[in-house]
Nanobody, 118 residues
């Protein structure tokens, strides 16, 4: 049973920082592409960043230069360091394990709320 558990969300002032974590169990994250997504109220869920099995990284233009995705294989945990947060970053943030040939199923965490407000 694959489980992804996000943590680290909260309330932060504009310009502040947060680090989100996505702890995985039942699956080795280094064997899969892992991603972060977010969903703001009244909007569709959108892709934020992903890291592939060999370690290639891509970011949405809206977060490039401010957010950093990483993973700790020993802890089987993925992270999203978010700096210079802005009100438009307010959303529920989800982590995703993409399917692959060995296991084509997608898995999602339950989400963690990030609120950027003064």
């Amino acid at each position: 049973q694959v489980q992804l558990v996000e943590s680290g969300g909260g309330l932060v002032q504009p310009g502040g920082s947060l680090r989100l974590s996505c702890a995985a169990s039942g699956s080795i994250i280094s064997l899969y592409t892992m991603g972060w997504y977010r969903q703001a109220p009244g909007k569709q869920r959108e892709w934020v960043a992903h890291i592939t099995r060999p370690g290639s990284i891509n970011y949405a233009d809206s977060v490039k230069g401010r957010f950093t995705i990483s993973r700790d294989n020993a802890k089987n945990t993925m992270y999203l360091q978010m700096n210079n947060l802005q009100p438009e970053d307010t959303a529920v943030y989800y982590c995703r394990r993409f399917g692959s040939g060995s296991d084509p199923r997608d898995y999602w965490g339950q989400g963690t709320q990030v609120t950027v407000s003064s």
